[in-house]
């Protein structure tokens, strides 16, 4: 499988490491409102790409990360929030997602049976030159198109919290009240 076309951004970087793209999962980490335990963890890990200039972002990711923050984080930010978030990721080179890697993401998720979400993201990574790829969606230590796939969060004890047990259970006791 090759990633083909345009769309990466310039690179530039800060010695003979090679860029990183981080995903919307990991970002939305750094820069959710709330407390949350993962987020010193995805901070320090962006702040220490953007020193070393190897921060990459693809269109894709800023979409997906728009929507995470104004939509499904616990403390929402207004949208004027988010965009001001999104325009300081673009100073960093943008992987402009285009058609070569749509059709890219969809014979990679075919190949190594990967939703299309998740090969469109690795896809743009290999496209950005990045030999890492910061996300939760993905098996950590993975290697996808020459680009190693990194759980930040992995070997710390961080207990998983889903919304979603709490969102059925006020959605039936909501339902029990109306029927009441």
Not at 66 to 78: A, D, E, G, I, Y
Not at 135 to 163: C, H, M, Y
Request: proline share 4%.
């Amino acid at each position: 499988m090759s990633v083909t076309g345009t769309g990466a951004g310039t690179i530039s970087m800060t010695g003979d490491r090679p860029p990183s793209l981080v995903d919307a999962n990991v970002l939305a980490h750094a820069f959710d409102k709330s407390g949350s335990p993962k987020k010193r963890v995805a901070q320090r890990l962006v702040n220490d790409l953007m020193e070393q200039d190897r921060l990459r972002v693809s269109t894709q990711v800023l979409q997906e990360l728009f929507v995470t923050l104004t939509r499904k984080v616990s403390q929402r930010c207004s949208s004027q929030e988010a965009l001001a978030v999104l325009e300081d990721l673009t100073a960093w080179p943008l992987i402009v997602v285009d058609y070569a890697a749509i059709r890219a993401a969809v014979g990679l998720a075919e190949q190594d049976q990967l939703s299309f979400r998740d090969a469109l993201v690795v896809v743009a990574a290999a496209r950005a030159g990045a030999r890492s790829l910061y996300t939760e969606d993905l098996n950590d230590g993975q290697e996808i198109l020459g680009v190693r796939i990194s759980n930040p969060f992995a070997g710390f004890p961080f207990r998983k919290v889903t919304g979603l047990p709490a969102c059925r259970a006020e959605q039936r006791s909501r339902n029990q009240k109306e029927a009441a």
